[in-house]
């Protein structure tokens, strides 16, 4: 970092390894104690983690995510503002109901037909679109595409799939 005056740092070359991959923020300042709108780079972050902190139990994946995370700041709270992860790769998801299953509330049928495709996902690509509020509601609008060569002839899935958190509880 750098001092120019005492009410104006620069951040610069921040990075993190985390998650088994790399975390980075663009070069940005704090301004009489407030920072100014940056933007968070994801790189090789194991889908596989990713996946375990939002639904937490009964996924097993593979591959990595990378992308971008612009974070503005609204009454001095963050916000990411238009995030997008994608894959760097194929890889495979698998899930196991028994172990937990968010899916119960829906119309059984669907929830058959999703099963039997998450048995041995593999996708080829995926994206992630994220958003967030001042309260810390993050919404993460998960696309995924691939198949499961063992369900309904193998034929392509194109899976949705919405999550809603608090990410400061």
């Known amino acids: 970092y750098?001092?120019?005056?005492?009410?104006?740092?620069?951040?610069?070359?921040?990075?993190?390894?985390?998650?088994?991959?790399?975390?980075?923020?663009e070069n940005f300042s704090i301004i009489n104690?407030?920072?100014?709108?940056?933007v968070i780079k994801l790189k090789k972050i194991p889908l596989n983690k990713f996946l375990n902190m939002a639904l937490k139990d009964g996924?097993?994946?593979t591959g990595e995510i990378e992308g971008t995370l612009p974070i503005a700041f609204l009454n001095n709270?963050?916000?990411i503002k238009n995030?997008?992860?994608k894959n760097s790769g194929k890889g495979f998801i698998k899930y196991n109901p028994n172990k937990a299953n968010p899916l119960k509330s829906m119309n059984q049928m669907q929830v058959n037909i999703l099963l039997n495709y998450?048995?041995?996902?593999?996708?080829?690509?995926l994206?992630?679109?994220?958003?967030?509020?001042?309260?810390?509601?993050?919404?993460?609008?998960?696309?995924f595409m691939g198949t499961n060569p063992d369900a309904y002839?193998?034929?392509?899935?194109k899976l949705g799939i919405n999550f809603d958190f608090n990410i400061k509880n």
């Open 2 to 25: 750098r001092v120019k005056n005492p009410k104006k740092i620069y951040i610069e070359n921040l990075s993190l390894k985390t998650f088994d991959g790399l975390v980075q923020a």
């Open 33 to 38: 104690n407030l920072p100014t709108d940056l």
């Open 59 to 61: 996924v097993e994946a």
């Open 77 to 79: 709270k963050p916000i």
């Open 83 to 85: 995030g997008r992860l």
């Open 118 to 125: 998450l048995k041995d996902f593999t996708y080829k690509k």
């Open 127 to 143: 994206f992630i679109d994220a958003n967030s509020d001042k309260e810390y509601n993050l919404v993460l609008n998960s696309h």
């Open 153 to 157: 002839q193998g034929r392509p899935l």
